[in-house]
């Protein structure tokens, strides 16, 4: 599914879960819906697993919003007296849509916690008190922290299946580009890691002493980041600049940013110290992620970044804020930079980087090293120190799950596809009028990108992949005008196959003719459906998506 049908989706008031692989634009999507809501006049309610991911979406844990706050089970008494507390009634009472970030990163108990509590506030037995809940994250990455061996992931809850939530599974993929590394990371996602991808992997083993001074390094253990990140520090020359973080509200409200904000409280920096951007930028010169070094200090002593890129900041304090209900409840103000020498892979969950160093022979927890790899664009961007086997496995559980999350939302793609454009209006219409907001024709005449194209009868995804393919003179040019990774490129087209929407005629000139024979004859001997012996076979000489090409070619 795209981010436009998924949006169309989400604008009827339907209870979603969002979810999709790490770069697929879950963040960009909600931040979208978000954006349509408050321009209807209808504030949302935006809450995250975990303090760090409540950070990103400036909302507050789900802990922290419910008023359950670090329990870990609720008696009927304290159910009761939570519910009777006047702030936590009030902001319930208030709330009309409940979105709750990292759903993967929250326990089956915390979930059905929460929704009593609704319950009890709102006198509504319905899921979380009839709110409509959205629901965000991916299976795939971290789990929720468990004391036991058994993990209860949110969707083993009853309250999930009461729900009744329409999935909504973004295929596409923006952070990379590197073929080689989404193929990888394929792999580790559907559990089928093979010795030919293990090696792709240790083709970026690094030795200590050949390792980049500027990208940071990632790993599973606090204790190794704290270590490193004093120790480079204190190699530099000079007197370190100390920036103290400035904050106002409740002190409650106040810690639980400060816990979640991934700049320090004390920010030391030196001029040449490598560090990397902890928030984006509103003019877009740089993202939560950002590498750079200090190149020194400009007239009031605020620091100056350059970038990988080349371009020159100058730095300046900016907030990160607790909003409910469009008012500001609590905020901090900090230098929005952190030391670049070392984080956890936890706390680099959501980011999006240019290069990581990794060690991840001390991986102990499943997805912790398909997180840490996901979180680089290209695969000559990782540098890997250590790996071990648990680095390469997801958890078992979720490889299952995870076909019933894509059946899911094939269904539901496929269902708003086949509905008339005024039914999902009128939809999203009744859904504004409920919440007690106001139908704009400005904001609402701005449609995604992917209803059907009224000439060809297709979804304007793949009525535009079709047309650029067509135009196109080979794959790169391709990938290049559409904006989008090959991988998804040859996936549309195969959708397009599947509908009897594609000919021969329309993508065989991406393949060059004189290697057509040889894929087709390895694809001939191949007894199954897995792509990696043809690739095997052909000793890596064509790419995953050539084969899929010429595949497509001889169907």
Known sequence: MTQGEALTILKTGANV????????????????????????GIEPSITAATGIAATHVGGQTLHSWSGIGIAESLSRADVDRIAGKEHVAKR?????????EEISMLSATTFEMADAICREVRRVDQPFGGLTVILVGD?????????????????????????????CYLTEQYRQDDTAFLSVLSA?????????????????????????????????????????????????KGTAKKFRMSSKG?????????????????????EGAAVMFTKNSPQGRFVNGTLGVVTGWDASGMPIVKTKDGLRITCESMEWQLEEQGKVKASISQIPLRLAYAMTVHKSQGMSMDAAIMDLSKAFEYGQGYVALSRVRRLSGVYLTGLNQRALEVHPEI??????????SD?????????????????????????????ST?????????????????????AETLQTVRDAKSLKEAVKARGLVASTIVHHLEELAEIGKLVRADFAHLVPLDIVDEVHEALATNTGDKLSPVFHALHGRHSFETIRLVRLMKQ
């Open 17 to 40: 879960y969002l979810t999709g692989e790490p770069g697929s634009g879950k963040t960009h999507t909600i931040n979208e819906f978000v954006e349509w809501l408050r321009e209807c």
């Open 92 to 100: 319930i009472l208030k709330a009309k849509v409940l979105i709750i």
């Open 139 to 167: 299976f795939f990455q971290l789990p929720p922290i468990s004391r036991g061996k058994n993990v209860a992931f949110a969707y083993t809850s009853k309250v999930w299946r009461d729900l009744n939530l329409l999935t």
């Open 188 to 236: 580790i996602r559907s559990g089928e890691v093979e010795e030919m991808h293990h090696e792709e992997l240790m083709r970026r083993h690094v030795e200590i002493t050949e390792l980049p001074v500027d990208a940071p390094k990632l790993f599973s253990h606090n204790a190794d980041v704290d270590r490193i990140n004093a120790a480079e520090l204190a190699k530099l």
């Open 250 to 270: 409740k002190d409650s409200l106040v810690e639980g940013l400060i816990r979640g904000c991934l700049s320090p409280e004390v920010l030391e920096l030196k």
């Open 399 to 408: 490889l299952e799950k995870d076909r019933d999350f894509r059946a899911a």
């Open 411 to 439: 269904a539901a793609r496929d269902a708003f596809a086949e509905m008339p454009e005024t039914e999902k209006i009128e939809m999203q219409k009744k859904f504004v009028k409920a919440m007690g907001g106001a139908w």
């Open 442 to 462: 400005t904001t609402n005449n701005k449609q995604p990108t992917d209803n059907k194209n009224t000439k060809t009868g297709l979804p304007g995804r793949l």
